[in-house]
């Protein structure tokens, strides 16, 4: 008998992966949708996943999609890279695993993205606190999106060492 898998892994997104994890959005994250780009989460989700260059599905040790994240692919004007993550109910399952995953592929992202952005739903405080976690800097809340609700510009960016 092989080993159980017991850690989190990413995997190339597919379709399959973006319904699951629309179908499961955390209500936070449906809102936090609706709030920037009045967008339904499957919408949100498509419009990402074609406008950028690198996305990952995050899958739990059953292999059930988490998150997806991924950056824009556009060049950036001031030298902050878009990124994005939008996740289910399912990341409260996996919180430690999840939280390790996070720290690792973070540096594989800014391996290549070394100016990375995000920008966050103001009221989503769980949200903020692990981006705080993370070692993010989080700007005051201001008007961003459609709409104009207030949402919090995170960066995070390569330390040299």
Not at 16 to 22: M, V
Not at 75 to 85: A, L, R, T, Y
Not at 107 to 121: E, G, H, M, S, T
Request: charged share 25%; aromatic share 14%.
């Amino acid at each position: 008998m092989g080993r159980k898998w017991k850690h989190i892994i990413s995997a190339t997104t597919t379709g399959a992966h973006l319904r699951y994890i629309a179908d499961h959005f955390r209500p936070e994250e449906a809102l936090e949708c609706m709030a920037s780009w009045d967008e339904s989460p499957i919408s949100a989700l498509a419009r990402s996943w074609v406008e950028s260059r690198t996305v990952y599905t995050f899958l739990a040790p059953d292999r059930t999609p988490l998150c997806v994240a991924g950056v824009v692919d556009k060049p950036p004007e001031d030298g902050w890279h878009d990124f994005w993550m939008l996740g289910t109910t399912d990341i409260l399952k996996h919180k430690l695993e999840f939280l390790r995953a996070c720290q690792r592929y973070k540096v594989q992202f800014l391996c290549c993205y070394p100016r990375l952005r995000a920008y966050i739903d103001a009221r989503y405080d769980l949200s903020l606190k692990w981006a705080r976690w993370l070692g993010c800097e989080i700007l005051a809340p201001a008007p961003y999106g459609r709409n104009g609700a207030l949402f919090c510009e995170v960066r995070l960016q390569w330390a040299a060492q």
